[in-house]
Structures are given as structure tokens and as C-alpha cells.
């Protein structure tokens, strides 16, 4: 792991994901979270604060173990688990044990989202829910144009995320 992995990525990460419009969007979903949850992608934390008393339990995959230190930190709950794998290899979890997943911003830097989706799939209830939050494409051609070009850089600098 590079030194920008390790010691500035993450916080650029929670700098960046800490502006008044993510805020929002996390005040107006993850309050519907509930049961056992599985968070995908769990950063820094910024979620936990949303989290409502109708949560029981947290199971928090990332792979930086400098984002679960500061996640840790920032839980003020004794009932989150950190788990530091990819969501694309298996979870440690039972099969269709998790009343609700939350992915924010996350998909982007997933190399195969697909098999982390399947992955999550099987952990799911049948009758479970899946909060989803994430950037897409930009139907103007002039914003997707430079969505293009930046997207070569910006997923060296941003952990992966693809801007398409």
C-alpha cells in the first residue's frame, strides 16, 4: 500500500464526503435503516450518526484500515463489527442474515460491482432492504465530456472511483 493510500487518501476521502449535500442525502436515508445492517464501504463513518434506534447491529466492510480507525473513532456504538476485506470476496456473514444494506458512494470504486452485488445478495433477507446512493452519468454531453477526460486521473487520486 502506497503512503498516499495509507496516510492521505482516507482523509481526503472524509473531507470530501463530509459536504452539506452527502449530508443530506445520508440525514434523509440511512435513518431507514433497521435490524442487523451491512454497510458497504463503511469509510469513515459519516453513516453511523444516522443510523436510528431501530438499528441493531453494524457490519462495516471496507478495505483501509486507516478509514476503520477513524470509523471506530467516530461509531460512539458498541454494536458495529469492522470488517477489512473487498466486497467482492465472501462475507463472513450467514446467509440471508441482513435486514438492510447501505452502499453510499461506494459502487464507483468496486472493480467488479457485480460480484460484490452478487456477494451482498446472498447475505440480503428475502424481504431485506437495500439503501443505495451514488453518483451516475450526467445526461449533458458537456459535463460527460469532461467526466471522460478526468476519469483516468481521478481514479488514481480517488481511490479507485470512476466518474463513468
Known amino acids: 500500500m502506497s503512503l498516499y493510500a495509507k496516510f492521505v487518501l482516507p482523509r481526503v476521502i472524509d473531507l470530501a464526503m463530509k459536504n452539506p449535500q ?9 435513518p431507514q435503516a433497521k435490524g442487523d445492517v451491512l454497510e458497504i ?3 469513515s463513518g459519516l453513516n453511523l450518526g444516522f443510523c436510528s434506534r431501530h438499528v441493531n447491529r453494524v457490519y462495516g ?3 483501509s484500515p486507516e478509514l476503520q480507525r477513524m470509523a471506530r473513532k467516530r461509531a460512539g456504538r458498541t454494536d ?12 463472513p456473514l450467514t446467509s440471508g442474515s441482513i435486514d ?9 470504486s468496486i472493480p467488479d460491482p457485480q460480484k460484490a452485488l452478487r456477494k451482498m445478495k446472498r447475505v440480503l433477507k428475502s424481504d431485506g432492504r437495500l439503501i443505495f446512493i451514488e453518483h451516475g452519468l450526467a445526461p449533458e454531453s458537456g459535463v460527460a465530456a469532461w467526466r471522460d477526460r478526468l476519469t483516468p486521473i481521478w481514479k488514481h487520486i480517488g481511490g479507485g472511483c470512476h466518474l463513468k
Open 100 to 108: 438492510t444494506i447501505v452502499l453510499t458512494w461506494t459502487l464507483c
Open 80 to 91: 458495529v463489527e469492522f470488517l477489512l476485506q473487498s466486497a467482492e470476496n465472501p462475507l
Open 22 to 30: 452527502t449530508r443530506r442525502l445520508r440525514e434523509a436515508w440511512i
Open 41 to 43: 464501504g463503511i469509510g
Open 61 to 63: 466492510v471496507d478495505t
